[in-house]
């Protein structure tokens, strides 16, 4: 059975930092995309960034580019999302989530999700 349990969210001022952390119980993990998405009051969960476990690639929404990082710990099986000069409009829970094959940018493409951490920037 897969799990994920993100941590490290939080509130921090504008121009700050966090990392967050996804702890990711699969036996397989090798074989897998994993996801970070994001969704704010009253919108729509969107796409953050990825990294294929196997090769290392990432993608990045454009909103995120330069300002967030994705990586993993093979040892730990565990993915991070550092991000750096956070802005108010940063503001959401955070989702990490694990995905067998397919696009990555799609909520509908991931089978499984962690219960999301809140991250909160004020100005």
């Known amino acids: 059975?897969?799990?994920?349990?993100?941590?490290?969210?939080?509130?921090?001022?504008s121009?700050?930092?966090?990392?967050?952390?996804?702890?990711?119980?699969?036996r397989t993990i090798s074989n897998y995309n994993m996801g970070w998405f994001r969704q704010a009051p009253g919108k729509e969960?969107?796409?953050?960034?990825?990294?294929n476990w196997s090769t290392g690639s990432t993608n990045y929404a454009d909103s995120v580019k330069g300002r967030f990082?994705?990586?993993?710990?093979n040892a730990k099986n565990t993915v991070y999302l550092q991000?750096?000069?956070?802005?108010p409009e940063d503001t959401?829970?955070?989702?990490?989530?694990a995905?067998?094959?397919?696009?990555?940018y799609f909520t509908g493409g991931y089978a499984h999700w962690g219960q999301g951490t809140q991250v909160t920037v004020s100005s």
């Open 99 to 104: 995905q067998f094959g397919g696009s990555v």
């Open 15 to 26: 121009g700050g930092s966090l990392r967050l952390s996804c702890a990711a119980s699969i």
């Open 92 to 97: 959401a829970v955070y989702y990490c989530a």
């Open 83 to 87: 991000m750096n000069s956070l802005k």
């Open 1 to 13: 059975q897969v799990q994920l349990v993100e941590s490290g969210g939080g509130l921090v001022q």
């Open 45 to 51: 969960r969107e796409f953050v960034a990825a990294i």
């Open 69 to 73: 990082t994705i990586s993993r710990a």
